[in-house]
C-alpha cells in the first residue's frame, strides 16, 4: 500500500471512531432510550431490592428504567457526573449508599470501581458547587474511591449496588446536599445512573458531561424531552437503639378512680419509665399533678396504675377539665393521650380529645 492510501486509510478510520463516539455521547441524558431494559411494554420500572445492610436513612425512590449516564474514561476521555439531592432534618451519619444502574453500548460486568461525591448546594437549591468547570469535584465536600464493587444483577444490564463509608459522613440538618455516583470504566460499555420511577424529593436531579456539550450543571431530560425527575439512591445509616422499648397508653378509663395502662410492645425492657399524669381546667382537682416513676415494664407486658382525684370539674362554672397522660422511658422518644373529663367529688367520666 502506498502512502496516499494508508493516509486515506487512516483517515477514515478516524472518521468512523469520531462518528461513533458522537452518535453514543451526543444522547447521554436520556442514555437508555433505544435500548430498554427488557423487551416488553408493559415494562415501565424493574424491581427495588428489600434486603440491605442497614437501617434506610433516606430512600428517594423506586427505580425506573432510564439509565443516566455518569461515567469517567481517562482515555478518552470522558467525565459525565450525574447529581441529586438529599436533606435531614436531624444532624445524620451515614454509614453507607446503595444505588441502582446498568449498561448500554456495550456488554455489562458485575464487578467495578465508583467514585463518590457529595457537594453542598450552591446556594440556588438547584445545583451542586461546581457548576460551570470543568472539573466540578475540586468543590467536592467529601470525595470517596471504591474499588471492585460486586453488582446485584436485578434483570439483564441492570444492577444494584451498596457501600459502607469509612469514615462515614456527617451531615447538618436544614442543609441541602447533593450526591454524584459515577463509575470508573473504560468505553465500552456506558455505564449509567438510574431514575426513579415518576418520583422526586426536593430538586429535579442534574448533569454535566461536556464531550456531549452538556454544562455541569443542567437538568436532565428523558428520552421523550421529559424531565427526569430523581435518580435511584437510598443512604443507610445505624441505629444507635436498635432495640428500643416501644411503650403503648393502651387504656384510660374513669370511674371512681382515674385508671391507666401502658404496654411495652418493643423488643427490649422499658427501664426507667415515668407516668405523669397531669389535669388543666376544672373548678377545683387534687391532685393536679402526679407522677409514678422508676418503673419497669418487661417485653410484652402491661403496667397499670390507678389515681384518685376529687374536685368539681364539670365545666358549668370553669374550663372544662382535660387529662392528660405522658409516658416517658429511657431510650424512647415520650408518648401522650389527653382526654377531656368531668369530675365530680370521686366520680371521673372521660372522653377522647
Known sequence: MNKDKRIKSELLSIV???ILLASIFLTPVSAHSNYLLQNTKDMNKFPAVTSRDGEILWDNG??????????????????AQSADDFLFEEDTNIFGVGWYGGFWNGEPIDVGD???FFYEDDGTGNSPTGGGTEHPETTALQYYQF???????IIDFSYVYEVDLDPPLNVQHGIKYWMVIQMIIDFPPQWGWCQTYNQLHLSPAVQGFLPAEVPFWTDIEGSCGETVDDLAFYLLGEDENPDKPNLEIADV??????????????ETIATDVTINITTEGGLYIFPR?????????????????????????????????IIKVTV????MDEVSKAFHAKIFIRWIILSTE
Open 16 to 18: 468512523v471512531v469520531t
Open 62 to 79: 423506586d427505580p425506573g428504567i432510564l439509565f443516566i449516564a455518569s461515567q469517567l474514561d481517562n482515555n478518552i476521555p470522558m467525565n
Open 114 to 116: 465508583f467514585n463518590i
Open 147 to 153: 474499588e471492585n464493587v460486586v453488582g446485584e444483577e
Open 253 to 266: 378509663t374513669g370511674g371512681s378512680q382515674l385508671q391507666v395502662s401502658i404496654n411495652n410492645t418493643g
Open 289 to 321: 399533678d402526679f407522677s409514678f416513676s422508676d418503673i419497669t415494664i418487661p417485653i410484652g407486658s402491661e403496667y397499670d396504675v390507678s389515681l384518685s382525684m376529687f374536685g368539681l370539674g364539670l365545666g358549668i362554672f370553669s374550663d372544662p377539665p
Open 328 to 331: 416517658t422511658a429511657s431510650n
